[in-house]
Each structure stands twice: as C-alpha cells, then as structure tokens.
C-alpha cells in the first residue's frame, strides 16, 4: 500500500515563499515519478510540476515555470515543491501524487495512481 503525506502549507503573504514536502511510504516508491497538482475552489484540479523517479528529469506548468521547483530526495523517499513569489492566485490545496508508469511525465491526473490528502496554501494579498 502506497501511501503520500504532504505538509508544509499554511497562510502567507504575498511575495512570499513555501515549501511543500511529501513523504511517501510503500513498496517501489522510488521508482515512481512524483508530481504535483492544486485545485482552487471552484476550479478543476490542475497540475503544477512533476519529476522523474531519478530527479534528473522535470516538469512544470507554464504558470509555475521560474517560481516553483520540485526536487526529490530518494533516501528520504520525499519529494518538494519550492514555492517562491506566491500571490493570491496560488491559493489552493496542493496534492502530491505517484505516478507508478513515470514515463514521459505527464500533466494528466488519470497518469497518476496515488495521491495524497492535499495540504492547504492560502496567500493572502
């Protein structure tokens, strides 16, 4: 049973930063390619970015590119979304999801096998 916990989210202001963490536990995680998706109220759930099981290989939404970076650090099976320059349209929850297949990255949520419960990032303006 694969199982993703995600934390680090919380209230900040605008112009300012956080980082997002997911710890995942179960057999094979670090062979799976790891993303991130959010859903804003009233809104689809979109995706954000996702990374190789290796890190080596990434992926971000046009909207993110040059502000948030993903990493991963496969001993700690953990995978990050930095966030920096947040304003009020980030305001969200963020989900971390597996992707078990990996390859190529994908931007599709159906791509994905597990997720996790979603933590909460709200910027207030």
Not at 87 to 97: I, Q
């Amino acid at each position: 049973q694969v199982q993703l916990i995600e934390s680090g989210g919380g209230l900040v202001q605008a112009g300012g930063s956080l980082r997002l963490s997911c710890a995942a536990s179960g057999r094979g995680v670090s062979g799976f390619a790891m993303g991130w998706f959010r859903q804003a109220p009233g809104r689809d759930r979109e995706f954000v970015s996702e990374v190789s099981w290796s890190g080596q290989n990434t992926l971000y939404a046009d909207s993110v590119k040059g502000r948030f970076t993903i990493s991963r650090d496969n001993e700690k099976h953990t995978v990050f979304l930095q966030m920096n320059s947040l304003n009020p349209e980030h305001t969200a929850v963020y989900y971390c999801a597996a992707d078990t297949i990996g390859w190529p990255l994908s931007t599709i949520a159906a791509d994905y096998d597990y997720w996790g419960q979603g933590t909460q990032v709200t910027v207030s303006s």
